[in-house]
């Protein structure tokens, strides 16, 4: 079936450092979207990306889809404490269904 | 707007005991679906629903059942908890129109221990 990595797992980054989180997916995707879950809360929708090579900002949030549609990545520039939390990708390669990537938990330190 | 409601947020089972997760959104939705989350892991599908009538299993639907009677409501059935269930439970809701899916909900989810 459908999977659905995302790399690295964890991240320890210290303020103001840059943040990059990869997703790969086994099958090609028709659409990815990416969640925020903070610890103890539940997951945040960030933004979908449907189109072959698609880029869309948000603020300092980078979200690429690539031109396969079998993999995307998330960019932060110049983290802050507010960015903690673990990023989720999932991703939609047949009807309705979302297969969600492992997470990248990010740790950003002061 | 209150979004998706979850109720209970904790529970605490023993093994073979039944219960219903409820969840409920007030958005007019067609889609639902229920997700499961374990430590340091993603979310996996259980159960989903395109519309009132309309259910179908996800990745991991051993052990759930679901029915979805109205547009507002999905709740989940543990048949027969077993310790394998301890998880943190998370419905979602979101809109399906003309093929395309738009932002998905969660609410703040369940978290079940089962001894």
Redesign the interface.
Known sequence: ?QQ?M?IPQYQHVQEGEDFTTYCNSSTTLS?I?WYKQRPG?????LI?LVKSGEVKKQKRLTFQFGEAKKNSSLHITATQTTDVGTY?C?G?SGT????????TRLKVLA | NAGVTQTPKFQVLKTGQSMTLQCAQDMNHEYMSWYRQDPGMGLRLIHYSVGAGITDQGEVPNGYNVSRSTTEDFPLRLLSAAPSQTSVYFCASRREAGGQSYLQYFGPGTRLTVL
Request: aromatic residues 22%; charged residues 10%.
């Open positions: 079936g659905v995302q659409n979207q809360g539940h997951p945040v929708f979908q989720f999932a939609r309705y269904k979302y297969i969600f990537g492992t997470g």
